[in-house]
Nanobody
């Protein structure tokens, strides 16, 4: 079992930045991959970014060059640095961990990009 707790969401103006955090209840070394997904109102949940235990990363085309996913192994925490935010980035952001073939999810954190 892996518990995930997200934080860092909030209201930001277009062009601004936010950093989301996802703290895991187990050693991050035991997790195959950590990912950020988001779900905007009226839309399906979509993958935003992922990072494997081997530090391979992938990003949705819509966030490439603006978002960066990374981990702090000492803190068992994954981060999503979001720059140049746009109104269309508004969504609930969910952290996901894949461990031993199972998926675990956090409760989500709301990001609102608006002037």
């Amino acid at each position: 079992q892996v518990q995930l707790e997200e934080s860092g969401g909030g209201l930001v103006q277009p062009g601004g930045s936010l950093r989301l955090s996802c703290a895991a209840s187990v050693s991050i070394f035991s997790i195959y991959a950590m990912r950020w997904h988001r779900q905007a109102p009226g839309k399906e949940r979509e993958l935003v970014a992922g990072i494997t235990s081997g530090s391979m990363t992938n990003y949705a085309d819509s966030v490439k060059g603006r978002f960066t996913i990374f981990t702090d192994n000492a803190k068992n925490t994954a981060y999503l640095q979001m720059n140049s935010l746009k109104p269309e980035d508004t969504a609930v952001y969910y952290c996901n961990a894949e461990r031993l073939g199972m998926d675990f999810w956090g409760k989500g954190t709301l990001v609102t990009v608006s002037s």
